[in-house]
Structure formats: structure tokens, C-alpha cells
């Protein structure tokens, strides 16, 4: 059974940087796609960025040049990488294994504010 932990949340200021880890256990190869996910109170979850492993990442429009997503294989370390953040980037951040509906950790906040 795949579990995620995310870290590396937390208040930072318009313009800054933060970088976000995911630590996989589990069955979780690099052919797997993983994903990272974020939320605000009373809307859906978002996707930020889906990496295919070889077959590279797609990210949102509203990401796009900001944010980067990192992976080490070998310790099945999945990053996201922000810079330039935003007010509107403030979100609960998830890792994801399995697509929409699969599974999720237990999500890092991020607060962008001065």
C-alpha cells in the first residue's frame, strides 16, 4: 500500500521561495506518475503538476515557470519546487499517487503573505 508524507510548508512572503518534499513508501516506481495537488477552504482540489517520470511534467497555467517538480527515484522523493509565490499560491499542498481519486498524504499548508 503507497503512503505519502508531505513537509515543507509554511509563511513566506510575496515573492519568496519554498520548497516542498514528499516522502513515498510503498510500491511506487519510476514509471508511476505522481502528482502534486492543492486546496482551498470550500473549493476543489487543484492540480499543480503531474510528473510521468521520463515522459516529463505537466503543470498548470497558473504555475507554469514558477514552480518546478523534482524527483529522486532511488528514495522515492517527490519535490515542488516554488518560487516567486503569490497570495493567491496559499494553499493546503498534497502529494498524490494514482491519479485523482487515488491516494493522497496528509498535505503541508502554504501561506503567502506579507
Known amino acids: 500500500q503507497v503512503q505519502l508524507v508531505e513537509s515543507g510548508g509554511g509563511l513566506v512572503q510575496p515573492g519568496g521561495s519554498l520548497n516542498l518534499s514528499c516522502a513515498a513508501s510503498?510500491?511506487?516506481?519510476?514509471?508511476?506518475?505522481l502528482a502534486w495537488y492543492r486546496q482551498t477552504p470550500g473549493n476543489q482540489r487543484e492540480l499543480v503538476a503531474l510528473?510521468?517520470?521520463?515522459?516529463?511534467?505537466n503543470y498548470a497555467a497558473s504555475v507554469r515557470g514558477r514552480f518546478t517538480v523534482a524527483r529522486d527515484y532511488f528514495r522515492k522523493m517527490f519535490y515542488l519546487l516554488m518560487n516567486n509565490l503569490q497570495p493567491q499560491d496559499t494553499a493546503v499542498y498534497y502529494c498524490?499517487?494514482?491519479?485523482?481519486?487515488?491516494?493522497y498524504g496528509q498535505g503541508t499548508q502554504v501561506t503567502v503573505a506579507s
Open positions: 510528473n510521468f517520470g521520463a515522459g516529463g511534467t
Open positions: 510503498g510500491p511506487v516506481y519510476s514509471n508511476n506518475p
Open positions: 498524490n499517487f494514482g491519479g485523482q481519486d487515488g491516494t
